[in-house]
């Protein structure tokens, strides 16, 4: 029903072109990484980096639904929802976000920005990593992320690596 529709999408690179003229129905570019339950994710058109964790989410009428970002949206992929909220307090700390926003080019910030960065391992039983976790995961929910921010810098300023 929705070939000749499907067949008309741009956008298709030549990377994958091959795939949608022998396939018009394929959705490309899925994994595991796609379903994940916790996603820090970032845009990757703006001016400046800024994360947010993404989760699934409870409707009332459609129950649990996993989110699924456009190909707009970067996104690391992550099942454990305190190292989800650790890695994004990390990536958050103002002293990360101006090493970022120093080399990111004026308005596109790809998977690669931050392949560089020496994010910690998250460790459960690391005290520092879990403030981390619960500061961000609180900063999501209220109005006041400038004095988190600002304690999430004392954290990280201090970790060792």
Excluded at 60 to 76: C, S, T, V, W
Excluded at 103 to 115: G, H, N, V, Y
Aim: aromatic letters at 14%.
């Amino acid at each position: 029903f929705f070939k000749k529709d499907l067949k008309l999408r741009k956008g298709f690179t030549s990377f994958d072109k091959h795939i949608h003229e022998k396939y018009f129905y394929a959705m490309q570019r899925i994994g595991d990484y796609t379903f994940s339950e916790y996603k820090v994710a970032w845009k990757y058109i703006a001016s400046e980096f800024t994360t947010c964790v993404i989760s699934n989410k409870k409707d009332d009428y459609l129950g649990e639904k996993i989110i699924i970002p456009n190909e707009k949206i970067i996104f690391i992929p992550f099942n454990n929802k305190s190292e989800a909220f650790f890695v994004c307090g990390f990536l958050s700390s103002s002293i990360i976000r101006t090493l970022i926003n120093s080399f990111i080019s004026r308005i596109q910030i790809s998977p690669s920005t931050i392949e560089n960065i020496n994010i910690p391992k998250f460790n459960i039983n690391n005290k520092d990593h879990l403030k981390i976790s619960n500061l961000c995961e609180s900063g999501h929910k209220k109005n006041n992320q400038k004095v988190i921010v600002k304690e999430i810098d004392i954290i990280v300023k201090n970790l060792e690596n």
